[in-house]
């Protein structure tokens, strides 16, 4: 699977972090620690490249 650049900063109005992909529209994730949102964001990753594949569409 690609690499691709991820976001990620520290919410304070919503008291954790949060990660996107820039290259995959609408692919962010959310945590409570810097290091669970990188877990989350790696499988809304997976999902996200998974359906993109499954519905015969392009993704980067």
Known sequence: MKDYHINTFRSEEDGGYIADIPDLEA???FGATA???LR???IAKAAWTET???E?????
């Open 27 to 29: 692919c962010s994730a």
């Open 35 to 37: 290091e669970e949102t």
């Open 40 to 42: 989350e964001v790696e």
């Open 52 to 54: 993109a594949r499954a």
């Open 56 to 60: 015969g569409h392009p993704h980067p």
